[in-house]
């Protein structure tokens, strides 16, 4: 079963420093590959998405995210955090048209 | 307005109440989801459906009933509720595999 593993259920950046949360997917054939963010007290919104075109995929509010098969990972970063950056951060996965199955989430923090 | 909502906001009610959970999207999209959100578990599917009248159960469906007569809504029925289903409640959408889109959330307490 195709699955999501994110490394690292809290992390800690300062303002301006580098942000990189890990993704890890299971499968054999690539799949359709999200980045979601869930800020206090509202719903899922999307970040980014991969869909088997560029593997750098560009995102909203300067996130982006590199998917490499040989590591089968979809990592997400940002070159310089800001405060309103702190949220929950999930990545999913999408195999066949049914159900995303998604990753335990990690919590960014940003230290001032 | 186009998007994705549910109501209430925040439910309180008894254990043993039956308590319905609604959720309406306007883009006619063919996948509807419910999940629930607690610490610890990250998100867990409970049930969705394809296409009206087409419905299937998740990783969590004790305890609830769903239906889907029409495309746009997704009604979430607890109908005996029990503490353990205190949780933060949440819709999606999706059309084929584009985004899935979430609503605001239902906040439900059983006491």
């Known amino acids: 079963a195709q699955s999501v593993t994110q490394l690292g259920s809290h992390v800690s950046v300062s303002e301006g420093a580098l942000v990189l949360l890990r993704c890890n997917y299971s499968s054999s054939v690539p799949p359709y590959l999200f980045w979601y963010v869930q800020y206090p007290n509202q719903g899922l919104q999307l970040l980014l998405k991969y869909t088997s075109a560029a593997t750098l995929v560009k995102g909203i509010n300067g996130f982006e995210a590199e998917f490499k098969k040989s590591e089968t990972s979809f990592h997400l970063t940002k070159p310089s955090a800001h405060m309103s950056d702190a949220a929950e951060y999930f990545c999913a996965t999408l195999f066949g048209n049914e159900k995303l199955t998604f990753g335990t989430g990690t919590r960014l923090t940003i230290i001032p | 307005d186009a998007g994705i909502t549910q109501s209430p906001r925040y439910k309180i009610t008894e254990t043993g109440r039956q308590v319905t959970l609604m959720c309406h999207q306007t883009?006619?999209?063919?996948?509807m989801f419910w999940y629930r959100q607690d610490l610890g578990h990250g998100l867990r599917l409970i049930y969705y459906s394809a296409a009206a009248d087409i419905t299937d159960k998740g990783e969590v469906p004790d305890g609830y009933v769903v239906s889907r007569s029409k495309t746009e809504n997704f009604p979430l029925t607890l109908e005996s509720a029990t503490r353990s289903q205190t949780s933060v409640y949440f819709c999606a959408s999706r059309e084929g595999s584009d985004t899935q889109y979430f609503g605001p959330g239902t906040r439900l307490t059983v006491l």
């Open positions: 883009w006619s999209h063919s996948y």
